[in-house]
């Protein structure tokens, strides 16, 4: 469907958010043809019963789990990327069997009635169904009942899905947002990340749910920092106008432009700000000019730290040190991201380690996006569950345990009640001793680290081997 529909995705996704043809076909198109190719791969491998060990108590008999579908699921997905924000769960929700209701956004009319155009043609109307229209038809739908519900959106109406979803005891997976930070250490290759972090700004006009929302930067390089990041817009667009370069999207709606024009304008007001970049705005056009501000603060006066931005406004905040930085950000709601800047790897680490969000992406930003292993998902107000290849799969899907018994009946009398609870009998003692386990002892637990560190060194074809050594290894360092 994709293949063969690719001018008119880009052309409909082009009329909704005025990206040009190859900008649509990277972010969406390509990105979801990936996640699909990914599916595809990986089904049967995914869909394997896998059998499980055991305990001596169980030996004679199979015990196997296998990922099972739900059911039927509601998929609500959003408008920013219209195709890759719902065909991209949709690929794993079929691969792990559940058929699907697919709601489209009405903010992206075009690309919405396009792809509700497309799926039934291509697809059996009783695995999937397609439904646009606004908030009548999302309340419709909540009051069905689903097997599992999949939103993609804004933390306040992913509380009344929340809500709606807990009287039917529905499960539900939320990919939010939130204030992602990126973090800038004094030891930074200045120019690098500056044009990377205004990428990640930038595309799609910023409107995207991992976008870089504020810096935090190291007051030692903060000047060197803002005009690197002043410069790179140049580096990215070229020299042409970015109110008429086609390189350069627009805001989706006048509703949201204004949101953004008021956010931009009572910031200009606050005391000590100044605007260091950009500015210029046009309703007509919806066209809000990538805009940098310094002189913010971490307190509360300013109104671009008080919520998600969504869009190309960045403020720029001078810190003293990086833990500054990380407890700043850890008083916050968690982020889905966040984006350490340093050529230190324990200063990376440290951030890494120490801040609490969804994702995060060393010396970049956003591109964590795009690699199918890695889950993508956020926690507390950024989102709950994640998805993307292999962990998409287990999302649409439940562990289920199945237990062969093979144990003759004999083996099974010393469980029954005459046996295992009378202290006479001659089973009681041994039913308790089959039934406790032991914790391992420090040399047993030394000889397992040992041996998974030889394991990644020597790998896992030279198992008996690096079990040897780690016995050995165990032997001479116990206490």
């Known amino acids: ?13 082009h009329k909704d958010l005025k990206r040009c043809k190859d900008e649509n076909m990277i972010l969406e198109v390509l990105s979801v043809k990936n996640q699909i190719a990914d599916c595809i791969t990986h ?33 609500i997905g959003t408008w920013n990327y219209a195709v890759v924000l719902s065909l991209g769960p949709l690929a794993p929700c079929l691969a792990g069997g559940n058929t699907a209701v697919i709601k489209f956004s009405e903010i992206t009319p075009n690309i919405s009635d396009l792809l509700a155009t497309l799926i039934p043609r291509y697809m059996d109307n009783r695995i999937v169904k397609c439904v646009t229209g606004a908030v009548p038809e ?3 739908l909540l009051e069905q009942k689903f097997d599992l519900i999949f939103y993609t959106g804004n933390t306040q109406v992913a509380k009344i899905i929340m809500q709606q979803a807990a009287k039917t005891l529905t499960p539900v997976i939320l990919e939010l947002g939130g204030k992602s930070p990126v973090i800038v250490d004094e030891n930074v290759d200045i120019q690098v990340s500056a044009k990377r972090v205004m990428w990640g700004k930038i595309t799609n006009c910023g409107q995207t749910c991992i976008a870089p929302d504020y810096i935090l930067v190291h007051k030692k390089v903060a000047k060197q920092y803002v005009e690197a990041l002043k410069a790179s817009v140049k580096d990215l667009i070229g020299d042409e106008d970015i109110k008429t370069t086609p390189y350069y999207g627009r805001i989706s709606s006048q509703r949201h432009f204004d949101r953004l024009k008021k956010m931009l304008d009572d910031q200009k007001k606050v005391s000590g700000v100044e605007l260091a970049y950009g500015g210029r705005t046009d309703r007509d056009q919806l066209f809000i000019e990538p805009t940098i501000f310094t002189g913010v603060t971490k ?27 990380i407890d700043f950000v850890n008083s916050r709601p968690h982020p889905l991201s966040y984006y350490p800047q340093s050529k230190n790897p324990r200063v990376i680490q440290k951030v890494f380690d120490e801040v609490k ?123």
């Open 1 to 13: 469907m994709v293949d063969e529909n690719e001018s008119l995705i880009c052309d409909a996704l």
């Open 299 to 325: 307190d509360g006066n300013h109104p671009a730290m008080k919520d998600e931005i969504f869009g190309p406004l960045l403020p720029v905040i001078e810190i003293d040190n990086i833990q500054e930085a």
């Open 138 to 140: 999302i309340t419709c």
């Open 43 to 75: 089904l049967e491998e995914w869909n394997e019963t896998k059998t499980v060990s055991t305990s001596l108590l169980w030996a004679m008999d199979k015990c196997q789990v296998k990922r099972m579908p739900f059911g039927t699921c509601l998929i």
């Open 357 to 479: 969000g969804g994702n995060a992406v060393s010396n970049d930003t956003v591109v964590n996006f795009a690699v199918e292993t890695l889950p993508f998902g956020g926690i507390g107000d950024s989102g709950l569950g994640a998805y993307h290849g292999i962990y998409g799969f287990e999302a649409f899907t439940r562990p289920q345990a199945f237990m062969t018994r093979n144990t003759p009946e004999f083996l099974s009398e010393p469980r029954y009640q005459k046996n295992a609870l009378n202290p006479k009998s001659f089973w009681h003692p041994l039913v308790k001793i089959l039934l406790a386990a032991k914790p391992p002892s420090d040399f047993q637990l030394t000889v397992n680290q040992w041996t998974r560190t030889l394991l990644k060194l020597v790998g896992g074809s030279r198992g008996a081997l690096a079990l040897i050594v780690g016995l050995v290894i165990g032997f001479f360092i116990r206490k």
